[in-house]
C-alpha cells in the first residue's frame, strides 16, 4: 500500500473520481512514494478533489481517488496521521490525529 | 504511546534523505556550485552573507545539543531512534553552513573569533534557555523548545531565505532546500510526539508555556537586530540588480513570501512578515497540541 488514503470513510456510496497521478519533482520521501506528495504553493494554491494539506509540515498530500470528510490519511514527510474534514471555507482540510 | 513512530525506519531515513534529496550533492548543494558573484566580489554582501550564516551555524549547533542531549532524556526506543537520525541531520547543518562561512572567505583558524563577532547575543540566549531543559533531561519541555519553537523557527526562517535566494544565489537556495526537508521530519515528530505526551503531564504546562515565551522574547530581539542592521546590504543588492538590468541582464521575477515582496520590502516590512509568520505558526501548533501560547514583552 502506498497510497497515503489509509481508511476511507465507511458510508461513502458514491463512487469516488479516480486520480492518474504525475511526479511534480517532489524528492523527499522514498522513490515511490514522491508522486503522492507535492509542494504547496502558498494560500493562493487550490487543492484538487484529491489533495489535501499537511498542517503539520505544509506538503500536499495526494491520493489516486477523492477524498471525503472523515478519510484517514498519512503525510510520510512529517510522519503525521491525519482525518480529513471540512474547514470553515467549505474546502476540506487535515486535522492531526496524535494517536 | 503513539505509535506513529511505528511506521518510521532508519531505513525510510536512509531512503529519503541520504540515497534521497542528498545524492548527488555536496555540503548540501549541487557539485561544484558556487556562490553567486556579487556576494563574492562585494564586501558588504559577503559581510551581510557571514553574519546571516553565522546565525545559522549558531542555531544549528543548539540543535545538535539539543537533540543529542534528548536522545538519552527519551522514555522510549522510537523516540532515541528518531532523535538519533535528527542529531545526524542537525550535525549536518552545523557542517554545511560552516562550509558556507569558509566558501564566504572566512578561514578555519578564524572560525571562532568570527561567530564570536557576528553572533547575535539574543540567539545564543534562546539557545541557553533551550539547552537548561535539555540539560535537566527534561524531555517533554525540551521537544517542544527545540522540535517546536526551535524548529518552527528555523522552518519560516530557511523558507524566507530560500525564497530570498532561488534566483540570486542558487547554491544557497539548494543547501537551504535540504534543511527544509529535515525540518518536515523534526516538526512532525515534535508535534506528534509531544501532542500525545502533553496529555499524559498536564501538570508540565505552566513551565513549558513560560519557556515558549521566553525563547519567542529572545527570537524577536534576535529579529530585530538583524532587521535594523540590514538595510546597507539590502540596498546594495538592489543597487546591483537594477545595475544589471540596465546593462541588458534579464532580472528575475520578484521573489515573494507570504504576500511580501522581497525585493521591495523594507526591512521593518521583512521583519513584519517574519515575525508574524512564526507567531502564526506557532500559535496554531501550540494550540493543537493543548499548549497556550504565551505572548512576550516587547523587546
Not at chain 2, 562585494?42 to 536522545?71: D, F, H, K, M
Not at chain 2, 540596465?246 to 521591495?264: D, F, K, M, Y
Request: proline share 5%; aromatic share 8%; with cysteine.
Amino acid at each position: 500500500m502506498t497510497d497515503p488514503l489509509l481508511e476511507e470513510e465507511v458510508g461513502s456510496e458514491e463512487p469516488r473520481q479516480r486520480f492518474v497521478l504525475d511526479e511534480t519533482g517532489f524528492d523527499e520521501v522514498p522513490k515511490k512514494y514522491r508522486r503522492f506528495y507535492r509542494k504547496w504553493g502558498g494560500p493562493t494554491d487550490t487543492l484538487a478533489p484529491n489533495e489535501v494539506l499537511c498542517p503539520v509540515c505544509k506538503v500536499v498530500i495526494r491520493s489516486t481517488r477523492e477524498l471525503r470528510v472523515g478519510d484517514r490519511v498519512y503525510c510520510m514527510p512529517c510522519m503525521s496521521r491525519l482525518v480529513v474534514a471540512k474547514s470553515a471555507s467549505g474546502l476540506l482540510e487535515a486535522i492531526v490525529n496524535y494517536g | 504511546m503513539s505509535d506513529f513512530l511505528s511506521a518510521y525506519s532508519i531505513q525510510n531515513w536512509l531512503e529519503s534523505c541520504p540515497q534521497g534529496y542528498l545524492l548527488d550533492t555536496e555540503y548540501g548543494h549541487g557539485i561544484g556550485e558556487k556562490e553567486s558573484e556579487a556576494i563574492a566580489s562585494n564586501s558588504t554582501l559577503r559581510e551581510e552573507s557571514i553574519r546571516t550564516t553565522v546565525q545559522l551555524v549558531v542555531g544549528e549547533r543548539c540543535a545538535l545539543a539539543a537533540s543529542s542531549g534528548l536522545v538519552n532524556a527519551a522514555p522510549d526506543y522510537p523516540s532515541k531512534r528518531f532523535l538519533a537520525t535528527q542529531t545526524l541531520d542537525e550535525a549536518r547543518h552545523v557542517e554545511i553552513f560552516t562550509q558556507r562561512l569558509y566558501d564566504l572567505g572566512v578561514k578555519k583558524s578564524e572560525l571562532q573569533s568570527t561567530i564570536d563577532q557576528y553572533a547575535n547575543p539574543h540567539l545564543v540566549k534562546f539557545a541557553e534557555v533551550l539547552l537548561e531543559k535539555v540539560d535537566k533531561k527534561d524531555f517533554v519541555a525540551g521537544v517542544v523548545g527545540q522540535n517546536i519553537v526551535l524548529e518552527g523557527l528555523a522552518f519560516s526562517v530557511f523558507e524566507m531565505l530560500h525564497a530570498t535566494s532561488a534566483a540570486a544565489n542558487p547554491k544557497f537556495a539548494h543547501t537551504l532546500a535540504g534543511t527544509i526537508a529535515d525540518e518536515r521530519r523534526h516538526v512532525g515528530f515534535g508535534e506528534n510526539r509531544i501532542g500525545s505526551l502533553i496529555k499524559e503531564f498536564p501538570e508540565k504546562k505552566p513551565e513549558i508555556e513560560r519557556m515558549q515565551k521566553d525563547m519567542t522574547y529572545h527570537m524577536l530581539a534576535t529579529f530585530s537586530a538583524a532587521f535594523s542592521g540590514a538595510g546597507a546590504a539590502m540596498n546594495e543588492g538592489r543597487r546591483l540588480a537594477a545595475q544589471a538590468e540596465e546593462a541588458g541582464i534579464p532580472s528575475s521575477e520578484p521573489a515573494r513570501w507570504h504576500g511580501a515582496n522581497l525585493q521591495t520590502a523594507s526591512p521593518e516590512e521583512m521583519e513584519a512578515v517574519l515575525a508574524d509568520t512564526v507567531l502564526g505558526e506557532f500559535k496554531t501548533r501550540l494550540s493543537r497540541i493543548g499548549l497556550e501560547y504565551q505572548t512576550p514583552s516587547a523587546p
